[in-house]
């Protein structure tokens, strides 16, 4: 989890890295707007494009829109309070913000684990737990991260003062009072980060088991092919055939052209059930894919900042304070990298970004509607 201080003294140094001139700020406001646009993306996509509507992208959309609070709220905040080499907006703002930013980037980690033991039990469990797995129980379980986010993080954050009776934090900071000690660092590091990493490399190595298992198991059946039929004696088939005959002549005749009907109705049925299967294992690819994308993107970004909380519990001064500026923004830039995994992964999602942004979604919706026509 990302932690906006480990003590006070490093909170103010880490701020006083950059100094007040463009290039900062044209770089975090770039990221924050690449963010922005991104996540818009996501959510209008889903919104237009009703092949996007699945249960697997209910989660991204989740996400999508704690990564977008986090692209308008949390970089532009943090980015002021770098150029400005202090806390300026009083210390409501800087509560509220604090309280934003760490409900948004739980909730983030909250539906990675949700979406993780969604992938895990879809592919162990198959039957049982594909019929239960509906767009409502979707929205239940993304209602319950935001929710167990928000109540672990926010009150603590927006009341620590008042329970133990002042405020230590001063006012030109903004920190996490409770967090102002290394071992509390630490703790949280391990709770909110260590710990649903864990949980998902576990999910996802039982996952690629379970797939390597079966694609074994289809090789198998497809090398043993099925056995010859034992043969019969001469008198054997000659009974056989007898009954045979006798059967084709109780047997009601039908029409040539009745028959030919029935084989365009099962040729056809056929193929229905064919392409259903085939979307249907497409799909089941994508959100692999994507699902391993944002696992690597997300420790890739997260890891530098929590092996630096580990290191600082036991040595406070082996960490430059560049390190801890450079940490602290990569966790952001996790919010940036998503969008374009669901675009990498995805070619729905990249087909629709780009009729998006070149506006010709109305022109290709009308395409669609007059060749079904």
Request: include cysteine; aromatic fraction near 10%.
């Amino acid at each position: 989890m990302r932690i906006s201080s480990i003590d006070s003294s490093l909170k103010q140094n880490l701020f006083q890295l950059t100094p007040p001139n463009k290039g900062p700020v044209f770089l975090t406001g770039s990221l924050s707007l690449v963010t922005v646009v991104g996540n818009i993306l996501v959510l209008v996509s889903f919104k237009i494009n009703k092949a996007l509507k699945t249960v697997n992208n209910y989660y991204l959309l989740s996400l999508a829109f704690a990564d977008l609070t986090i692209g308008t709220l949390s970089m532009n905040l943090y980015t002021t309070y770098i150029i400005m080499d202090q806390w300026a907006l009083g210390p409501l703002v800087c509560d509220v913000w604090l309280a934003i930013d760490y409900v948004a980037s739980n909730a983030s980690v909250m539906n990675l684990l949700v979406i993780s033991f969604d992938r895990y039990f879809s592919v162990t469990r198959p039957l049982t737990y594909m019929a239960k797995r509906t767009t409502k129980r979707a929205m239940v379980m993304i209602c319950l991260a935001w929710s167990v986010s928000l109540v672990l993080w926010a009150p603590a954050i927006l009341f620590w003062q008042y329970i133990v009776g002042e405020r230590t934090v001063q006012p030109t900071e903004c920190y996490i009072q409770f967090l102002s000690e290394p071992i509390i660092t630490f703790c949280t590091a391990i709770a909110a980060f260590y710990l649903p990493v864990c949980i998902m490399s576990v999910l996802f190595w039982r996952i690629y088991q379970e797939t390597e298992k079966r694609a074994k198991d289809v090789q198998s059946l497809k090398g043993s092919g099925s056995a010859p039929r034992p043969t019969h004696t001469e008198r054997g088939d000659e009974h056989s055939s007898t009954d045979t005959v006798n059967r084709a002549a109780q047997t009601p005749s039908i029409s040539i052209k009745e028959a030919t009907v029935a084989k365009r109705l099962a040729s056809k049925a056929k193929c229905e059930i064919n392409k259903r299967k085939n979307e249907k294992k497409a799909n089941e690819k994508k959100a692999a894919r994507t699902l391993s994308a944002i696992l690597l993107a997300f420790v890739t970004t997260w890891l530098p900042y929590n092996i630096m909380v580990l290191v600082n519990t036991f040595c406070q001064d082996c960490i430059p304070d560049s390190l801890w500026a450079l940490g602290y923004w990569l966790c952001y830039v996790n919010s940036t990298i998503n969008p374009m995994c669901y675009a990498l992964c995805n070619k729905t999602f990249r087909d629709t970004f780009r009729d998006i942004l070149l506006c010709q979604w109305s022109q290709r919706k009308k395409a669609r509607a007059t060749f079904r026509r």
